[in-house]
C-alpha cells in the first residue's frame, strides 16, 4: 500500500514537470510582446531591449524555463507587474479566500448531492427520486453566475437579510470567524456548491441504483442482514467511484470560480485570475495557474491512493 | 423422520413489475421432512428458483404477489415482517446460489462476509467467529484457509468460491439449506466435487435440502426425492426411483428420453421434446404440456389436470396417467 502510494507520488513527477512547460508556455504563446502592459506604447527600441534584458527575456527559452524552474522550485513565482508585491503572496492570499469558499461549499454540496442521491437511488421512480432528480439538474444545468444574481437580488436586495458582496468590515485582511464575517459567505457558497451538488447527486443515484440491483444484495438479504446492513455494502460498493467524482468536484471548487468571485467580489484566486488576464500581468497568472494546477494533481493523487484503499479490485502494487 | 420441517401449501407467485402480470409459480405443494433431500427439477422458467426464493421471501415486495403459506421450522414465513423476517433468514434457512462470484461482495473479503453472518445471528466475539469461520474452511476443504480468509471473491477459483459460499450458508447452523443450481456455473470436474461435498455435509449435519437443478443426473446424485415442475406447477413428484423408472407424467417422460447415454447408439438423433415451453403471462386455459404432448385429449387443453396420486408417495398431475402407464413400462 505503501509502496503503491510512493509510486503513484513518483509517477506524478512527469505530470508536474508538464504542467510547469505550459505555464512557462503561456508568457509566449499569448498573442503580442510579454511586456506590452509594462512599457508606454511609444517606448524607444532601447529601453524595450533593455527591459527584455532585465526580465531575462533575450535569452534562449530553455534558458529561461531552466530560471524559471529553479526559482519556482524556491517558492519564487516573480513579481506582479500589476502591484509589485511577489506573486506567492497574491497567490497564497487569495487562495486562502478561496478555500474557505470552496470548504464551505464543499460541504453544503457534497452533503445535500450524497444525501439526494441516496434517497433518489433507494426509492427510484418515486415522487422522491422525481423530486431529488429535478433539484440535481437543476443544480447541474443552471447558469451560476445567474443564479447568484438572481440570489442576491432575493435575499441581498429585496429581503436584506445577507450581504450581496465583499468579504466582511474587515475584507480578507482581518477575517473573522464571527457571524458578521461569515454571513459574506453564505451566498457565493451557496451558489458554488449547486454545481458539485447536481453532479454529485446523480453520480450517487447512478451507483446506488446499480449496486441495489446487483444479485450480492439478494445474497446479503438472505444471510439475514437487515436494511441497514445492506445500505453499508451499498455505501462501500459506491464509495471509491462517488470519491473519485468528488474528487474532482472538490479540484474545481478549489481552483475558485472566476464567474462567482467576480459576481460576489469575493477576493479569491478566481478574482485575482480574472484580473490577471485583464491586465495582462503575466507573473501573476503564470504563478496562479500554475499553484491551481498543482492542486489538481495532488489531489487526483490523493484520490487515487484512496480508491486503492477501498477498492480491493484495483491493483496494490 | 415424517415430520415436515418444511411445508409450502398452495404457493402462488406473481411477478407485477412488468406491463402484464407474470404467474411464475402456480399452486405449489411441496413438505420436505427432516433430512431429507428434494430435487426441484426444471428448464429455465419453470418457477423452480422463485419457489426457492420464496421460502427465504427474497423477492423484491411491491413488484411481487406470494400468496399460499410456507412454515419453515416451525415458523409461519408468510407472517414475518422487517427484523423478524432478517433474523430468520440465514439463521433457521440459508441458501446458496448458482454463481457466488456475483453472489458475494466483491468489495469485502470472503472472511469478513461470513463473520458478518455470523455475528449478525449470534452474540459472538469477532474472533470467536472468526475461528468458526478457519473451522468451516477447512470443513469444506478450502486449503489454507487462514489465507483464504482474508482473500476477496475475484481472487478465488470458481470452485472455492462456491465452497466458501456452502461454508456461509452452513455458518449459523441453519436446518434448512436451500441450494439453488449450485454447480450449473462450475466446470463439470469440480462440479462433481462440489455435489459430493454438500451430500457428505448434509448426511453428518442431518440437514434438509431443496436441490434445485435443470440436470437430472444431478437431481438423482443427490435426491430422496425428485419433483418436476414445469410452468409453474409440480407436475410430478416421488422417490427418486419411482420418478427415473416409471415416469407417469408425459413431461417426465420426454425429460428422461432427451438423456444422453453413454450406451445409445452413435448416429441416432438425441430425442427432444418438440415445441418450447408457454409464455407464463399467456398461460393455456388446462394443462400447460398439453400443446407438447403427444397424449394430449381434448380434456387436457380444457381444465388443469388435479394431483392425482399413482403410488404410494408419487403424485402426478395428468388426465392420462392410464396411457403413459403403459408408455413408461
Known amino acids: 500500500m505503501v509502496l503503491y502510494a510512493l509510486k503513484r507520488v513518483v509517477f506524478t513527477l512527469p505530470i508536474l514537470l508538464g504542467v510547469a512547460i505550459v505555464c512557462f508556455a503561456l508568457v509566449h504563446l499569448a498573442p503580442g510582446d510579454p511586456l506590452v502592459s509594462v512599457l508606454p506604447p511609444d517606448a524607444t527600441q532601447s529601453l524595450k531591449e533593455q527591459m527584455m534584458a532585465l526580465y531575462g527575456f533575450d535569452r534562449p527559452y530553455y534558458e529561461q524555463f531552466a530560471r524559471w524552474i529553479a526559482r519556482v522550485v524556491q517558492g519564487d513565482l516573480g513579481t506582479s507587474i500589476r502591484t509589485g508585491r511577489p506573486v506567492v503572496l497574491e497567490v497564497s492570499k487569495a487562495i486562502g479566500n478561496t478555500f474557505m469558499l470552496a470548504a464551505v461549499a464543499t460541504v453544503i454540496g457534497f452533503m445535500l448531492g450524497t444525501l439526494f442521491g441516496f434517497v433518489a437511488g433507494y426509492f427510484r421512480d418515486t415522487w422522491l427520486d422525481k423530486t431529488a432528480s429535478a433539484l440535481s439538474v437543476f443544480g447541474v444545468s443552471v447558469p451560476h453566475y445567474w443564479l447568484g444574481m438572481v440570489l442576491v437580488i432575493i435575499f441581498a436586495a429585496t429581503l436584506g437579510w445577507l450581504p450581496p458582496t465583499g468579504a466582511g468590515p474587515g475584507g480578507s485582511e482581518d477575517w473573522k470567524w464571527n457571524w458578521e464575517h461569515v454571513r459574506h459567505l453564505v451566498l457565493p457558497a451557496v451558489t458554488m456548491s449547486v454545481i458539485p451538488m447536481g453532479i454529485i447527486a446523480r453520480t450517487v443515484r447512478a451507483l446506488v441504483a446499480e449496486t441495489l440491483s446487483q444479485e450480492f444484495i439478494v445474497g446479503l438479504r438472505a444471510k439475514g442482514l437487515s436494511e441497514f446492513g445492506v445500505f453499508q455494502h451499498v455505501v462501500k460498493n459506491a464509495a471509491p467511484t462517488a470519491l473519485a467524482v468528488m474528487g474532482i468536484q472538490l479540484g474545481y471548487l478549489l481552483g475558485g470560480s472566476i464567474l462567482i468571485e467576480t459576481v460576489f467580489a469575493w477576493p479569491g484566486s478566481g478574482l485575482l485570475l480574472n484580473d490577471a488576464i485583464f491586465q495582462r500581468d503575466l507573473p501573476l497568472l503564470q504563478g496562479t495557474i500554475l499553484v491551481l494546477a498543482l492542486f489538481f494533481v495532488v489531489l487526483n493523487l490523493a484520490v487515487d491512493v484512496m480508491q486503492t484503499a477501498l477498492d480491493p479490485r484495483i491493483q496494490r502494487t | ?329
Open chain 2, 1 to 329: 423422520m415424517d415430520e415436515p420441517i418444511l411445508e409450502i401449501e398452495d404457493l402462488r407467485v406473481t411477478f407485477t413489475g412488468g406491463a402484464k402480470p407474470v404467474r411464475a409459480v402456480d399452486g405449489v405443494d411441496l413438505s420436505l421432512r427432516r433430512g431429507e433431500v428434494v430435487a426441484l427439477l426444471g428448464e429455465s422458467g419453470s418457477g423452480k428458483s422463485v419457489t426457492l426464493r420464496s421460502v427465504l421471501r427474497l423477492h423484491q415486495e411491491n413488484k411481487t404477489k406470494i400468496e399460499g403459506r410456507i412454515t419453515a421450522a416451525g415458523i409461519d414465513v408468510m407472517a414475518l415482517q422487517g427484523a423478524a423476517l432478517a433474523d430468520f433468514r440465514g439463521k433457521h434457512v440459508s441458501m446458496i446460489f448458482q454463481e457466488p462470484m456475483l453472489v458475494l461482495d466483491p468489495v469485502y473479503s470472503v472472511g469478513q462476509q461470513i463473520i458478518e453472518a455470523i455475528c449478525k445471528h449470534e452474540n459472538i466475539a469477532a474472533d470467536e467467529a472468526r475461528k468458526r469461520v478457519l473451522h468451516l474452511f477447512e470443513r469444506v476443504r478450502i486449503p489454507s484457509p487462514e489465507r483464504r480468509l482474508a482473500a476477496y471473491p475475484h481472487e478465488m477459483s470458481g470452485g472455492m468460491r462456491q465452497r466458501a459460499m456452502i461454508a456461509l450458508a452452513l455458518s449459523c447452523h441453519p436446518k434448512i439449506l436451500l441450494a439453488d443450481e449450485p454447480t450449473t456455473a462450475l466446470d463439470a470436474t469440480v462440479q462433481v466435487q462440489i455435489l459430493l461435498l454438500l451430500r457428505e455435509l448434509q448426511r453428518e449435519l442431518g440437514l434438509s435440502m431443496i436441490f434445485v437443478t435443470h440436470d437430472i443426473s444431478v437431481g438423482v446424485e443427490v435426491a430422496d426425492r425428485i419433483a418436476v415442475m414445469y410452468a409453474g406447477r409440480i407436475v410430478e413428484i416421488g422417490s427418486v426411483r419411482d420418478v427415473i423408472r416409471a415416469p407417469r407424467h408425459p413431461y417426465t417422460i420426454g425429460l428422461l428420453s432427451t438423456r444422453a447415454h453413454g450406451g445409445r447408439l452413435t448416429g441416432n438423433r438425441l430425442p427432444a421434446i418438440a415445441g418450447s415451453p408457454p409464455d407464463l403471462a399467456n398461460l393455456p386455459p388446462g394443462c400447460a404440456f398439453a400443446p407438447r404432448c403427444g397424449l394430449a385429449s381434448s380434456q387436457c387443453a380444457a381444465s388443469t389436470p388435479p394431483a392425482l396420486s399413482v403410488k404410494e408417495g408419487q403424485i402426478v398431475r395428468c388426465f392420462r396417467v392410464d396411457a403413459t402407464a403403459k408408455v413408461s413400462a
